[in-house]
C-alpha cells in the first residue's frame, strides 16, 4: 500500500507491524527500524508490513446505517497483499452500555475493530470504529519525508519549573513520579520558507528509518488526525493470557550501558512495574500476575529504552473496554500513584495531550492489541503539535531531563 | 474466619498489597478511607486491619484516627507504608522528611522482633517514601533498620499492632509475603 493513496481517503488507520502479527504476543523487542535483531512475525511477513484499516465509522452508528460500499480504489489494490471484506462478518448489534460486562459471543468476531482513547478519555468511554474495507501488505514510502523543523523551541522555562514543582511534591510525600509533557509544533521546510506538514510527510519521516512498532497514521470520521511513532505496547491479549510492557528510562542511541547502570532510570520504570501489577491485579485471576522479565533493553534508531513484561490470566468475561477502564490512561505516562500524578500534569501542563498519551488498540475475536500513544503528532487547525516527556523523580534534574525530550525529538529527524 | 480489612488510600500500590496477605481474595474486605466512618466502625466484624500505602502524610490521610480507634478497640493492625507512619504518630513518634526513595531496593535486618518472628536474615525490600519515624518511643520498638538507620519497622510492645515502612507488596521485595505472613502468624 502507497501512502500517497492513504492520504487521499477520507477516514482511515494505518497501523505499524506491531498491531497485526501475533497481536504483539510475540515480544518482539524493536520499536522501529535501523534495529539489528529484526522483527519479524511467526506468519513470516516483513517487519514493514501495515494494516490499512479504509472507510472508519463509529460501532455504535454502523449498527444504524449498516456498512458503506466498499471505497473504489478497493478494486484496484496490489494484487499480492491480503484483502478482507469484512461486511459479512460484521457484527449488528448494538454496542453494550458503557460498564457492562462484553458477553462472550460479542467478542467472536472476526473483523478487526479499530479502538481509540485520547489520554483526557475514560478508559471505559473509548471509541470504537470498523472498516468498509481491511488491507495488509508492505508499507510503499511513495511520498518524499517532511523536513520538518520544531517551530517554536521547546518552552525549556516552563518544563524546567515544573520538574522543580514536581520535586517539591515528592519532597513533601505527595506523589513518587509524575510523567510531564510538553507539545511542540511542527513545520515543513522547504527552502527557506516554513509551510505545512501533511499527514502523508509526516509519515513517511517517521517511517524512514523503517516502519515503527506501533506505527499509526489515523484519520478518524470526524476529521481528527494523528501520527504516531510509538515503540510502546500498552497491553496485549490473546484469549484470556495478557501482557503489558511499561516503557520507562532513556539514554541516547549507543548509550545502552549507561542506561543500563542508571539507578534514575531503574527506579523509574521499578515503580510504574508496581503499577502495572497493580492495575492488572483487580482484573486477573488472583496469584496470576507476575513480573516476567523487570528490565529489557529496546533499541531504537534514536534512543535506547527500558521496558518491563508482566504478565496475568483475565478473569472470564473481560473484554478490551474493561482492561481500557483498568489500565488507561497507561501509568508511564502518569507517574505513580496515577491518581496524584494526573492532578499535578492537569496543574501544570497548559494544553491538552489529546491522542498524544492516548492509547489505540486493534481488537479482533480473542485478540487485543493496545499501543500507548507516545512519539505521537496530532493535526490542530493550524499546525502539527508532537509530544514528548519523561517520568520525573526526585533524582531528576531539569537540564538532564530537557536532554531527553531531546533525544526523543530525534524520532522526527 | 472474620474478614481481613484493607484500608485503601488512593495508592497505585494497594492491590498490591492485597495480593501479599496470605488470605484469599474473598477473606479481604476493601474500603476506602474516605468511606470509614470511625463512629460506626464495628471491629468485631473483622480479624484484624490493614492500613494501606498512599500519599501525602498519615494526618492528612485521616490514618492517624484509625489507628487509634483500632487500638482503642483492640483489633490487631498491620501498617503499611503510609500506614506504618500513622501507627508511629499515634504513638508519639515525629514524622521527619528524608531523602526521598521511591522504587529503589534496600538491604534491612530485622531484630529483637515479637510479632515478626523467625527473620533474623538480612532482606532486601523495595522502598518508597519520603518520609520517614523518628525515633518511635515506647509503647513502640524499632525492629527493622536499614544499615544507614531508618527506621524501616516497629512493633508494639503490648498490642497485636506493627508497622513495615518498606513495600512487602512489591516485586521487588522477594521476601515480602514472607514477612507479612510472619506477622499473621504471630497473631494466632
Known sequence: MKLSSVEE??????LGPGFGSG???DKGGDGGGGEDKGESSSEGRGKNDCLWLDGLSLLSERAHTGPRPSNKRAAERDPDSETQHAGTSRRTREQPPLGEPEPEAERLVTSPELWFAPYETPGAAARCYLADRVERGPLELDVAAAAAAVVPALAEQAFAEGVEEIRAAIAAGDVYQVNLTTRVELAAVSGSTLGAVSGSTLAALLCRRGVPRFFAWVRLPDGHEFVSASPELLFAYARRRIR???MKGTAAAGHE???????KDRAELAMITDLMRNELTPICEPGSVQVVNPRRVIRLPYAVQTVSDIEGELLPGIGPRAVLAALHPGGSVTGAPKAAAMRIIGALETTPRGPYCGTLGLCRGEHATFSLLIRTAARTATAWTFGVGGGI????????????????????? | MRPVLFIENDDSFSWNVVECLPFARRDIVVCARRALDLATFD?????????GPGPTDPVRAGLVAVVRTAADRGLPLLGICLGHQALGMAFGAQLVRTTPTHGKPSPIEFHDAR??????????VMRYHSLSLAAPPPPLRVVAHTHDGLVMAIEHERLPMAGLQFHPDSYGSPSGRTIVAAFFRGLA
Do not use: C, M
Not at chain 1, 399 to 412: D, F, S, T
Not at chain 2, 43 to 51: E, G, Q, R
Open chain 1, 23 to 25: 497481536f504483539g504476543l
Open chain 2, 115 to 124: 510479632l515478626f518472628a523467625g527473620l533474623e536474615a538480612e532482606h532486601v
Open chain 1, 257 to 263: 550501558e549507561a542506561l543500563a547502570a542508571s539507578n
Open chain 1, 244 to 246: 503489558v510492557e511499561p
Open chain 1, 9 to 14: 481517503s477520507r477516514s482511515f488507520a494505518l
Open chain 2, 43 to 51: 471491629v468485631s466484624h473483622y480479624h484484624a486491619v490493614v492500613v
Open chain 1, 393 to 413: 523523580v526526585w533524582d531528576s534534574s531539569a537540564a538532564l531531563e530537557l536532554e531527553e525530550l531531546r533525544i526523543k525529538l530525534g524520532a522526527l529527524r
